[in-house]
């Protein structure tokens, strides 16, 4: 849908990234419905249409329905936080997804939060697996590679902070 067809279907106006990134979290949303978590009944599909359109924020709605959906199975950045602290298995994830959402408003935060967790932050290892870097060491201590474990937990610069 257009931001023209939108806004003259609902009578208001929308910014077309905010158009795009609700339609492409629905659109992830409705793709993503894993056998494990429960699919939406076509009362909870129209109930959770109605709160979309009615919300004042319904980014965060879909997010939340996102969190709900990514709890109910094990994702694989799950089982990468799993591999390096083992005693994240008996995390309760939904709580860690919804922490900064609950703690700020800014979306930065949010965003970096998210990142986070699914550990999708660039680190000289991805950049040299993409192809924008030749060196993976760390860019800090110099003395091993720049993975996301070792930038965030056992860089020895890094735990000066
Ligand atoms: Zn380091």
């Not at 849908?1 to 208001?12: C, I, N």
């Not at 980014?59 to 329905?65: F, G, H, K």
């Not at 994702?75 to 602290?85: A, M, R």
């Not at 800014?106 to 030749?134: P, W």
Request: with cysteine.
């Amino acid at each position: 849908m257009s931001p023209t067809e939108f806004e003259s279907k609902y009578h208001t106006k929308v910014c077309p990234l905010t158009l795009y990134g609700m339609t492409s979290t629905l659109r992830e949303l409705w793709k993503n419905q894993k056998p494990l978590s429960l699919p939406l009944n076509y009362k909870e599909q129209e109930s959770f249409k109605t709160a979309f359109l009615k919300s004042k924020k319904p980014s965060r709605l879909a997010y939340q329905q996102l969190v709900e959906a990514n709890c109910s199975y094990k994702i694989s950045s799950q089982e990468k936080w799993s591999k390096v602290f083992p005693k994240a298995r008996d995390l309760i994830w939904h709580d860690a997804y919804m922490t900064a959402i609950k703690c700020t408003k800014s979306a930065k935060l949010i965003e970096f939060h998210c990142r986070f967790l699914h550990q999708i932050l660039a680190t000289n290892v991805s950049l040299v697996k993409m192809g924008y870097k030749d060196d993976i060491s760390c860019t800090f201590c110099r003395k091993e590679a720049e993975n996301f474990t070792h930038l965030f937990w056992f860089c020895s610069k890094i735990e000066l902070f």
